[in-house]
């Protein structure tokens, strides 16, 4: 029994008895104390408002409740405050605090904690309302609001993220398993290990770096990569896609908006209204747009394998540095003939035939060498010589 009692009296929280004090017209309650925790283990947060969560040397989790609230006096504020409960406790190698309180939606409620940064997985959940930060950890984390912005920074580990409605950024994470938010902006400055899986309802999707394979899905906005060191995966439903540089092949799709491509280790893009532009790809592409143009620019010194390109009403244009060897096929499946305008007279005019696809104009550009498949529908097929 004595040692029972000896476990419990080590497992109890060193606090500081909670204060109110007036801050102009605001006034603040604030309550602290810490709690036992595995170096190592796990740590689980739940609070209503705002969850700010730092990682640190320490070998306790502290955590400080602060509300605020404008009010004429001090009992006029205890009744916005209203009751509150904090149970913080360790069990085994998970510690809880968990905030339950049924404050006034006048009162900004905020949970700051402390913990040592080794934890191997943290979760913060909030209630109703409120954002989440979480900054220094070399573990995992899993954050998740009904309403507000969640921000993660300086996680080694992998990062989830759900917002039912607000914005996402991540700093310097070490991958994105998970980030979802129903109607919000999505930053990633840098995710070493890729991401997973990301999306958006409607907002900007923003990837600036990437070490690994990229996922994104945006149902009302416009996706960016800047740099991608392998395969990215992009699909959009309205909204610009666009692709700096990627170290892998390029997925894109797009029901309402134009792609982008830079330099990649293949394409393949397709576009139901909109134009799809290539700036430097390798590899092979296979482009199609039902209703918009198609622009490629070849690169010297980027070779290519056999591509397809394919506009069901719009124009074709590929520039060709003047010694890239290539050989090109311009057809039309559906019989007809559209014009051509080449400055390589390599690629001459095919005769009539009754076949199909119909071979409106082929050659070989500086002894040929890859197909490049061109299929015009009725647009105009732009044969340019780059420099």
């Known amino acids: 029994m004595r040692a029972i009692l000896l476990a419990a009296a080590a ?58 609230v404008p009010a004429a006096s001090e009992s006029e504020a205890r009744q916005l405050f209203g009751i509150r409960d904090v149970a913080a406790r360790r069990l085994g190698s998970v510690t809880r605090v968990v905030v339950q309180q049924n404050s006034s939606p006048k009162v900004a409620n905020q949970l700051d904690i402390n913990a040592p940064r080794t934890l191997a997985v943290v979760t913060l959940q909030t209630q109703l309302i409120g954002g989440v930060d979480a900054y220094d950890l070399d573990g995992s984390v ?26 996402l950024f991540f700093g310097h994470v070490g991958g994105i398993e998970e980030c979802l938010t129903g109607a919000g ?8 290990g890729g991401v997973k899986a990301c999306r958006t309802g409607a907002g900007e999707l923003i990837v600036k770096q990437a070490g690994a394979p ?38 894109a799709d797009s029901r309402g908006g134009a792609i982008q491509v830079g330099s990649a280790r293949g394409v393949k893009a397709e576009s139901a209204q909109g134009p799809v532009r ?69 690629v001459r005019p095919a ?13 070989a550009i500086n002894g040929g060498g890859p197909v490049l498949h061109i299929n015009a529908g009725t647009g105009v097929v732009y044969l340019r010589r780059s420099k």
């Open 351 to 363: 005769g009539l035939t009754f076949a199909k696809p119909q071979v409106v104009a082929q050659g």
């Open 142 to 167: 899993n954050a998740r609001t009904p309403s507000g912005d969640i921000r993660l920074d300086r996680i080694r580990g992998w990062v989830a993220a759900r917002a039912g409605s607000g914005n």
């Open 214 to 251: 990229v996922v994104l899905e945006n149902e009302g906005g416009n996706i960016t990569v800047e740099r991608a060191a392998a395969a990215v995966e992009a699909h959009a439903i309205s909204g610009l896609i666009r692709i700096g540089q990627a170290g892998g092949e390029v997925i």
């Open 185 to 192: 902006d999505i930053t990633v400055e840098n995710a070493v």
């Open 11 to 68: 497992l109890r929280l060193l606090g500081q008895e909670p204060v109110i004090t007036r801050q102009g017209n605001y006034w603040v309650y604030t309550e602290s104390a810490s709690v036992p925790v595995e170096p190592h283990g796990q740590l689980q947060v739940e609070a209503r408002g705002h969850i700010v969560v730092h990682g640190d040397g320490g070998d306790r989790v502290f955590y400080r409740l602060v509300q605020r």
């Open 278 to 346: 290539l700036r430097g790809p390798a590899g092979p592409m296979n482009v199609s747009t039902a209703a918009g143009s198609i622009i490629a620019e070849l690169m010297a010194g980027v070779p290519i394998q056999d591509s397809w390109l394919a506009a069901g009403s719009g124009d074709v244009t590929v520039s060709i540095p003047s010694n890239f060897p290539v050989s090109v096929m311009v057809t039309n499946d559906r019989g007809g003939y559209p014009q051509i305008m080449s400055d390589f007279p390599e």
